[in-house]
């Protein structure tokens, strides 16, 4: 399930600027632990955002995006008080989805 | 022995001839950097631990199923605004100075009912293992946020831990004859291209100080001060210390101490 | 701590420690420097090999420094120069020139040594002289120190005489011989570079060819 | 999508036969990385990446913008941005010449969202970061080379 994301989403001008936050190790599959063996590849994949139902921006990521992602973006609409939703998948099938709401 | 002296001072006087054209570069270099810290100033990993340490610091949890609220560290039970801040500490209940993380694993002890063993089990998180500690010591430090480091050492335990903190600050050894003062009792200084605070100042320590706990990005994660001082031995070559030893705590309270008045700002994010 | 002031050692503190010019401070720690020692030396895990903790060990220099804040008065300072100096060690074939291009790799590790549980070095690591943390070198360099002074060009300015030669291997192999308390670790002394090594830190410092002395 | 479910299938993976179960109801999505591009997260070499991402060689484009400071102070975490005033932006791609994989993210934009994104990378060493766009059905590109360096303590 993950830690929860953090997400700010600000109106302003008619237009909606959203800052997300994940909690995610994003591991490389590169890296290697004390013992010297590889630490398995372990990364968010997919990650979606939506204003209300519409689909405001679809990501994929790979490994070398960095640990806990840091993602902002800006679509034409939104007003204060509608509902913001992030989604991630990565790539061991985990799954997250949190909400903010416009401010 | 004079006039090799004499020779050290002239060719250092012929350096500072050719020091010019690189601060140039060097002015260019620090405006790249404060780009690239400002970038990752907004958008701090740390709020992600915040959050979860104030769960964990209302959540019943071990054998007695209590929370920390009523934790007291140093302004009563449950107060957090400007808690941090003040540590470490003398404590009258234990007779020892503390800080804020020993302070806290007191309170799961004694509060909660876990073992020692058990509080301390992962005071530092690595991949894929998440620490409480880093993450109540987040939150709590959060809330010091905006409040002045007060540690005047006024209690004689206290005045005793910071001349002790001195004494450790300025003691070298090791195979690259290390001490905290090297690196960190001048002014203006760099390694690589990391500024040194001179700690021995206010202004030094005060700007050290106010940040932590700070996500460190090399790392990954957050970074208590037992983490970063114990950190500070292991770059010294140093066997590691107990986690909460009181050499770690002596030196919190000297900086702290010599940081007071200094306006927090944390939790930092770091290189 | 009565100084028995010359003429020299007036005229060395006027232009180079303005700080010493003070009166004598206070040792650290105070009173309590004797507690503090023994606190600092049972605050490490007890489960270090004894090896590592014999890194905890003082020799004159290490303590007379900490004594002294870093600043010891003239004379203790070059009791402890001379003594420094007569540690220095040569290579067996008497070269104090090497290879720059493995002086300019040595320069720029700052890896090795590392010990503890929680980041030690993985075995095999190398371990460098670390010259970048504090010193400017090579122009392409953007990220060094300055902790201490610039050393680019250092070839260029001071040419390749015998006498700068001796002075740059001396000063890698123990600082401490010119300059008690100096921040510089004693690199040779501690054997962190073998006398071989040293000697390619001098040639990329000598080098005419040397990226240090180029650009 | 389409185009990206081809690539998947063409790469005749591991990760494709996934998204042909998942394709078929035999494991749930969540499981599996049915969109995922993994041709060209896998490709090692700048033009292979472009392959895979159907964008052959794209031209140079002063439109676009990749933004970022010259120096990272460290390379775990690198703020990077794209930005760009073509038209009708259906794409943006980030990529890092030198990584052991040169795709870093890509962002898909429903019209209505500006091509404007920031986000954060690793970056091995010191390297050209490029910016991709995808305007009106074309591709165009970006460069900026942004300077890993060492840290303090070394390590």
Redesign the interface.
Same mark, same amino acid.
């Given at each position: 399930m993950g830690n929860p994301m953090k997400i700010r989403a600000a109106n302003k001008d008619g237009v909606t600027e959203v800052k997300v936050l994940v909690s995610h190790e994003m591991e490389t599959g590169q890296r290697k632990d004390a013992n010297g063996a590889i630490v398995p590849a372990w990364f968010i994949t997919e990650l979606v955002a939506k204003h209300g139902d519409k689909t405001v921006l679809s990501s994929e990521f790979g490994p070398s995006v960095s640990k806990n992602p840091y993602l902002a973006f800006k679509f034409k609409g939104g007003a204060k008080g509608d509902k913001i939703t992030v989604s991630w998948k990565d790539n061991k099938g985990d799954s997250r989805s949190d909400e903010a709401t416009i401010g | 022995m004079f006039h090799r002296f004499i020779r050290t001072l002239a060719s250092a006087a012929l350096l500072a001839a050719f020091a010019s054209p690189a601060l140039a570069q060097d002015s260019k270099v620090a405006d790249e950097l404060a780009k690239y810290r400002e970038a990752l100033a907004d958008g701090n990993p740390a709020d992600l631990l915040e959050v979860k340490g104030e769960g964990l610091w209302s959540e019943k949890r071990g054998p007695k199923k209590a929370s920390l609220e009523q934790c007291d560290l140093g302004l009563g039970p449950g107060k957090l605004e400007g808690a941090y801040a003040s540590l470490p500490r003398y404590f009258k209940d234990t007779g020892k100075v503390m800080d804020v993380e020993s302070r806290l694993v007191h309170c799961m002890v004694t509060l909660q009912g876990f073992t020692v063993a058990e509080a301390t089990r992962n005071w530092y998180s690595k991949p894929g293992t998440e620490s409480d500690i880093e993450a109540l010591v987040t939150f709590i430090g959060a809330k010091s946020n905006g409040k002045p480091i007060n540690v005047p050492a006024t209690h004689p335990e206290e005045a005793k831990m910071a001349k002790m903190g001195e004494y450790i600050f300025y003691r070298r050894s090791g195979p690259q004859d290390f001490s905290c003062s090297i690196c960190h009792g001048q002014e203006g200084k760099r390694i690589r291209l990391q500024e040194l605070g001179n700690l021995t100042t206010k202004d030094g320590s005060g700007t050290a100080m106010k940040t932590w706990p700070s996500y460190r990005v090399s790392q990954g994660a957050v970074w208590t001060m037992q983490r970063r001082l114990i950190d500070c031995m292991r770059q010294a070559r140093w066997p590691e210390p107990n986690y909460l030893a009181d050499s770690i705590i002596a030196l919190e309270t000297y900086l702290q101490k010599t940081a007071t008045g200094t306006v927090m700002e944390t939790p930092g994010i770091k290189r | 701590m009565k100084l028995k002031t010359s003429l020299?050692t007036t005229l060395?503190l006027a232009?180079?420690l303005p700080a010493f010019a003070q009166k004598a401070v206070e040792a650290?720690?105070?009173?309590?420097?004797k507690?503090?020692?023994q606190?600092?030396r049972t605050?490490? !895990?007890a489960d270090?090999?004894k090896y590592?903790?014999t890194?905890?060990?003082?020799d004159d220099?290490?303590k007379t420094?900490?004594q002294y804040?870093?600043n010891p008065p003239r004379p203790i300072g070059?009791k402890l120069?001379r003594q420094n100096a007569a540690t220095i060690r040569y290579p067996v074939d008497g070269k104090l020139i090497g290879d720059w291009k493995e002086g300019e790799k040595l320069a720029?590790? @700052? &890896?090795g @040594?590392?010990? @503890?549980?929680?980041?030690p070095?993985?075995a095999g690591r190398v371990r @460098?002289g670390?010259c970048?943390?504090?010193h400017?070198l090579a122009k392409k360099e953007?990220?060094?120190?300055?902790?201490g002074?610039?050393l %680019? %060009?250092f070839g260029k300015? !001071?040419g390749n005489a015998e006498e700068i030669v001796k002075y740059a291997y001396d000063k890698i192999y123990n600082s401490?011989a010119? &300059?008690a308390c100096t921040?510089m670790?004693?690199f040779g002394l %501690?054997?962190?570079l073998t006398p071989e090594q040293i000697t390619h830190i001098v040639a990329f410092l000598i080098d005419p060819e040397s990226p240090v002395n180029k650009d | 999508m389409n185009n990206q479910r081809r690539t998947v299938l063409k790469s005749g993976s591991g990760a494709a036969l996934l998204g042909m179960l998942a394709a078929a109801g035999i494991i749930t999505p969540g499981m599996a990385l049915a969109d995922w591009n993994k041709a060209a997260f896998d490709a090692k070499s700048m033009a292979d990446t472009l392959k895979a991402l159907g964008a052959g060689s794209p031209a140079d484009s002063k439109d676009v913008q990749v933004t970022g400071p010259d120096i990272a102070e460290n390379g775990a975490v690198v703020p990077v941005g794209v930005a760009s005033s073509l038209p009708n932006i259906s794409m943006v791609a980030i990529l890092i010449e030198k990584n052991p994989n040169a795709l870093a993210a890509t962002f898909t934009l429903p019209e209505g969202t500006e091509a404007n994104v920031q986000t954060r990378v690793k970056m091995g060493q010191t390297s050209n970061i490029y910016a991709l766009v995808k305007s009106d059905g074309k591709f165009f590109m970006a460069t900026k080379e942004i300077k890993v360096t060492l840290g303090g303590c070394g390590g």
């Amino acid at each position: 399930m993950g830690n929860p994301m953090k997400i700010r989403a600000a109106n302003k001008d008619g237009v909606t600027e959203v800052k997300v936050l994940v909690s995610h190790e994003m591991e490389t599959g590169q890296r290697k632990d004390a013992n010297g063996a590889i630490v398995p590849a372990w990364f968010i994949t997919e990650l979606v955002a939506k204003h209300g139902d519409k689909t405001v921006l679809s990501s994929e990521f790979g490994p070398s995006v960095s640990k806990n992602p840091y993602l902002a973006f800006k679509f034409k609409g939104g007003a204060k008080g509608d509902k913001i939703t992030v989604s991630w998948k990565d790539n061991k099938g985990d799954s997250r989805s949190d909400e903010a709401t416009i401010g | 022995m004079f006039h090799r002296f004499i020779r050290t001072l002239a060719s250092a006087a012929l350096l500072a001839a050719f020091a010019s054209p690189a601060l140039a570069q060097d002015s260019k270099v620090a405006d790249e950097l404060a780009k690239y810290r400002e970038a990752l100033a907004d958008g701090n990993p740390a709020d992600l631990l915040e959050v979860k340490g104030e769960g964990l610091w209302s959540e019943k949890r071990g054998p007695k199923k209590a929370s920390l609220e009523q934790c007291d560290l140093g302004l009563g039970p449950g107060k957090l605004e400007g808690a941090y801040a003040s540590l470490p500490r003398y404590f009258k209940d234990t007779g020892k100075v503390m800080d804020v993380e020993s302070r806290l694993v007191h309170c799961m002890v004694t509060l909660q009912g876990f073992t020692v063993a058990e509080a301390t089990r992962n005071w530092y998180s690595k991949p894929g293992t998440e620490s409480d500690i880093e993450a109540l010591v987040t939150f709590i430090g959060a809330k010091s946020n905006g409040k002045p480091i007060n540690v005047p050492a006024t209690h004689p335990e206290e005045a005793k831990m910071a001349k002790m903190g001195e004494y450790i600050f300025y003691r070298r050894s090791g195979p690259q004859d290390f001490s905290c003062s090297i690196c960190h009792g001048q002014e203006g200084k760099r390694i690589r291209l990391q500024e040194l605070g001179n700690l021995t100042t206010k202004d030094g320590s005060g700007t050290a100080m106010k940040t932590w706990p700070s996500y460190r990005v090399s790392q990954g994660a957050v970074w208590t001060m037992q983490r970063r001082l114990i950190d500070c031995m292991r770059q010294a070559r140093w066997p590691e210390p107990n986690y909460l030893a009181d050499s770690i705590i002596a030196l919190e309270t000297y900086l702290q101490k010599t940081a007071t008045g200094t306006v927090m700002e944390t939790p930092g994010i770091k290189r | 701590m009565k100084l028995k002031t010359s003429l020299v050692t007036t005229l060395a503190l006027a232009l180079s420690l303005p700080a010493f010019a003070q009166k004598a401070v206070e040792a650290p720690g105070g009173k309590f420097a004797k507690e503090a020692e023994q606190m600092f030396r049972t605050s490490f !895990r007890a489960d270090n090999p004894k090896y590592w903790m014999t890194r905890l060990e003082q020799d004159d220099t290490m303590k007379t420094c900490l004594q002294y804040r870093d600043n010891p008065p003239r004379p203790i300072g070059q009791k402890l120069e001379r003594q420094n100096a007569a540690t220095i060690r040569y290579p067996v074939d008497g070269k104090l020139i090497g290879d720059w291009k493995e002086g300019e790799k040595l320069a720029a590790v @700052g &890896t090795g @040594g590392h010990i @503890g549980f929680i980041q030690p070095d993985p075995a095999g690591r190398v371990r @460098g002289g670390n010259c970048y943390a504090c010193h400017e070198l090579a122009k392409k360099e953007v990220a060094y120190g300055t902790i201490g002074p610039s050393l %680019h %060009h250092f070839g260029k300015i !001071r040419g390749n005489a015998e006498e700068i030669v001796k002075y740059a291997y001396d000063k890698i192999y123990n600082s401490n011989a010119f &300059t008690a308390c100096t921040n510089m670790p004693r690199f040779g002394l %501690h054997s962190w570079l073998t006398p071989e090594q040293i000697t390619h830190i001098v040639a990329f410092l000598i080098d005419p060819e040397s990226p240090v002395n180029k650009d | 999508m389409n185009n990206q479910r081809r690539t998947v299938l063409k790469s005749g993976s591991g990760a494709a036969l996934l998204g042909m179960l998942a394709a078929a109801g035999i494991i749930t999505p969540g499981m599996a990385l049915a969109d995922w591009n993994k041709a060209a997260f896998d490709a090692k070499s700048m033009a292979d990446t472009l392959k895979a991402l159907g964008a052959g060689s794209p031209a140079d484009s002063k439109d676009v913008q990749v933004t970022g400071p010259d120096i990272a102070e460290n390379g775990a975490v690198v703020p990077v941005g794209v930005a760009s005033s073509l038209p009708n932006i259906s794409m943006v791609a980030i990529l890092i010449e030198k990584n052991p994989n040169a795709l870093a993210a890509t962002f898909t934009l429903p019209e209505g969202t500006e091509a404007n994104v920031q986000t954060r990378v690793k970056m091995g060493q010191t390297s050209n970061i490029y910016a991709l766009v995808k305007s009106d059905g074309k591709f165009f590109m970006a460069t900026k080379e942004i300077k890993v360096t060492l840290g303090g303590c070394g390590g």
